[in-house]
Protein backbone atom coordinates (compact mmCIF):
# COMPACT_ATOMS: atom_id res chain seq x y z
CA UNK A 1 0.00 0.00 0.00
CA UNK A 2 1.55 3.40 -1.06
CA UNK A 3 1.20 6.32 0.86
CA UNK A 4 -2.22 7.67 -0.84
CA UNK A 5 -3.81 4.30 0.51
CA UNK A 6 -3.41 2.67 -3.04
CA UNK A 7 -2.80 -1.19 -2.86
CA UNK A 8 -0.89 -3.40 -5.56
CA UNK A 9 -0.14 -6.82 -5.76
CA UNK A 10 3.34 -5.90 -4.17
CA UNK A 11 6.65 -4.13 -4.09
CA UNK A 12 10.07 -4.59 -3.65
CA UNK A 13 11.89 -2.00 -0.84
CA UNK A 14 15.01 -2.12 0.33
CA UNK A 15 15.54 -1.68 3.95
CA UNK A 16 15.88 2.00 3.89
CA UNK A 17 12.79 2.58 2.66
CA UNK A 18 10.43 0.56 5.14
CA UNK A 19 8.55 2.65 7.24
CA UNK A 20 5.53 1.44 10.01
CA UNK A 21 2.15 1.46 9.49
CA UNK A 22 -0.74 1.93 11.82
CA UNK A 23 -2.35 -1.38 12.05
CA UNK A 24 -5.61 -1.57 9.65
CA UNK A 25 -8.68 0.68 11.02
CA UNK A 26 -6.03 2.54 13.71
CA UNK A 27 -5.56 6.16 13.34
CA UNK A 28 -2.35 7.20 12.08
CA UNK A 29 -2.09 10.63 14.26
CA UNK A 30 -4.30 11.98 17.32
CA UNK A 31 -7.38 14.08 15.92
CA UNK A 32 -10.23 16.50 17.51
CA UNK A 33 -12.83 17.66 14.70
CA UNK A 34 -14.99 20.49 15.59
CA UNK A 35 -18.52 19.74 17.21
CA UNK A 36 -20.58 19.32 14.52
CA UNK A 37 -23.14 21.18 13.50
CA UNK A 38 -21.54 24.23 15.26
CA UNK A 39 -23.04 26.46 15.83
CA UNK A 40 -25.15 24.34 17.59
CA UNK A 41 -28.90 23.90 18.07
CA UNK A 42 -29.85 20.91 20.43
CA UNK A 43 -28.26 17.81 19.27
CA UNK A 44 -24.24 17.53 18.07
CA UNK A 45 -21.26 14.80 17.74
CA UNK A 46 -17.82 15.24 18.53
CA UNK A 47 -15.36 13.02 16.44
CA UNK A 48 -11.34 12.34 17.44
CA UNK A 49 -9.39 9.38 16.55
CA UNK A 50 -6.61 7.40 18.57
CA UNK A 51 -3.16 6.20 17.47
CA UNK A 52 -3.36 3.67 20.47
CA UNK A 53 -5.21 2.78 23.32
CA UNK A 54 -5.12 5.01 26.08
CA UNK A 55 -6.97 7.59 28.67
CA UNK A 56 -9.33 9.77 27.21
CA UNK A 57 -11.07 13.14 28.54
CA UNK A 58 -13.62 14.77 26.01
CA UNK A 59 -16.06 17.43 27.35
CA UNK A 60 -17.84 20.26 25.86
CA UNK A 61 -16.85 24.27 27.01
CA UNK A 62 -18.84 27.39 26.33
CA UNK A 63 -16.69 30.09 25.03
CA UNK A 64 -16.05 31.31 28.16
CA UNK A 65 -14.06 28.22 28.91
CA UNK A 66 -16.77 26.78 31.38
CA UNK A 67 -17.09 23.27 31.30
CA UNK A 68 -20.77 22.42 29.85
CA UNK A 69 -20.80 18.56 29.58
CA UNK A 70 -18.51 15.59 30.09
CA UNK A 71 -19.07 13.53 26.97
CA UNK A 72 -16.66 10.99 27.83
CA UNK A 73 -14.24 9.78 30.37
CA UNK A 74 -12.19 6.47 29.91
CA UNK A 75 -10.23 3.94 28.57
CA UNK A 76 -10.60 4.30 24.52
CA UNK A 77 -9.24 1.61 21.92
CA UNK A 78 -7.30 3.14 19.08
CA UNK A 79 -9.43 3.87 16.11
CA UNK A 80 -12.25 6.58 15.03
CA UNK A 81 -14.77 7.53 17.75
CA UNK A 82 -17.75 9.31 17.89
CA UNK A 83 -19.59 10.52 20.67
CA UNK A 84 -23.15 12.17 20.83
CA UNK A 85 -24.33 15.11 22.88
CA UNK A 86 -28.06 15.43 23.62
CA UNK A 87 -27.17 19.57 24.25
CA UNK A 88 -27.59 19.04 28.32
CA UNK A 89 -25.52 19.70 30.37
CA UNK A 90 -24.18 18.03 32.92
CA UNK A 91 -27.07 18.83 35.53
CA UNK A 92 -29.57 17.69 32.39
CA UNK A 93 -30.45 21.31 31.58
CA UNK A 94 -30.55 22.19 28.06
CA UNK A 95 -27.49 24.50 26.86
CA UNK A 96 -28.41 27.70 24.99
CA UNK A 97 -27.67 27.26 21.36
CA UNK A 98 -24.34 28.71 20.22
CA UNK A 99 -20.93 27.70 19.47
CA UNK A 100 -19.13 25.53 21.51
CA UNK A 101 -15.59 24.01 21.72
CA UNK A 102 -14.51 20.72 22.40
Request: avoid cysteine; charge should be positive; aromatic fraction near 6%.
Given at each position: MDTHGNQSAFATVLPAGTTDAPPRGAAAEL????VSPNPIRGAATARYATPREGAVSLAIFDPSGRRVRSL???QAPAGDHLEYWNGLDDLG????????TS
Open positions: MLAPFEGVRVASGRL
